[in-house]
């Protein structure tokens, strides 16, 4: 049984859902904390994800399912608040009779300078316990530069966007992919040369990541990095092997009960998945969203079952268990015993 120093997983990452009204100022309470950053997206119509942090500061849009440029917007997410936000009157966040879903994730605030790193980062905001940094820097166009994460740990998975000029991909690093994949594709990424022109060939340590060249992650330009590390009951950044089999499917421990599922097959083309505890979640019908698209939400379709220690995949969908695919996941959840000895209430 998984033990972590995280009792309450909810102080850390929520989902929270909600309904449209067209209002601007509508508020969003219920978060259980203010967040730091806030992905939202969009369940009944074809609207763009939106991502928005307190680094960047409110009103200041990403949109990871394209590579749009940042952009600052007075309608979309107004401000920050201590259970949650505010949004304006933006399609992307509040349409009347449309219904939303957000997930949020407590960091520590706009944070400071990191100097760590080769560069000095323009704002890295922390929070060790959870395992999540968010980081603001200016590339150097100078490959080996490196920039300092603050998460006292080596990050698993790094999500990295340029924020100005259009056409540039999301860079994902992921500890059991050999090259990066970009959030806002479907694609396989099987040239290991990526990993040289992006990371400049060089795993993340402790202290920093490594960056390359690439317009995508080195430029001389503003970029936005969003770096996790594991805890143990907390969060999880793997891979696994699909079996091919919906009756006995493949089963990844987690050593929690996921509350929050990334999936991406690596193996052929396909979106990333995103799986929650909060839209349904109930087995067998826990509904999804595409990370790298903006499609309505899908329902009525059984592909994960999240359970007390992981979650399993009773699908032979290409999405989540191939026989022989290799998928990678990212996961957060509620531990089912934290440091004090309380079990949790598994659902």
Known sequence: MAYTTI?????????KLYSGNDTNGHAITGVGFQPDWTWIKCRTHTEDHNLYDAVRGAQKSLVPNSTQAEGDYSTVLQSFNTDGFTVGTSGWVNDNGKTYASWNWKANGQGSSNTDGSINTTYTSVNTTAGFSIVKYTGTDVAGATVGHGLGAVPKMIILKRLVGSGYDWVVYHKDKTAGLYLNSTGVNNDSSANSIWFNGTAPTSSVFSIGTDGRIGDATDFIAYCFAEKTGYSKFGSYTGNGSSSSPTFIYTGF???????????????????????????????YLF?????????????????????????????????????????????????????????
């Open 7 to 15: 009792n309450k997983s909810t102080d850390y990452f929520n989902t």
């Open 257 to 287: 009960k996921p509350k929050f599922v990334i999936v991406k097959n690596t193996s052929q083309t396909d979106d990333w998945f995103m799986h929650d505890d909060k839209r349904d979640g109930y087995n067998d019908d826990n509904e």
């Open 291 to 347: 990370a790298s698209a903006n499609y309505v939400e899908g329902v009525n379709t059984n592909r994960i079952r999240l359970l007390s220690n992981g979650f399993s995949v009773p699908t032979t969908d290409k999405s989540h268990n191939v026989s022989g695919n290799n998928y990678i996941f990212m996961a957060f959840g509620q531990s089912l015993v934290g440091s004090n000895n309380v079990p949790c209430t598994a659902r």
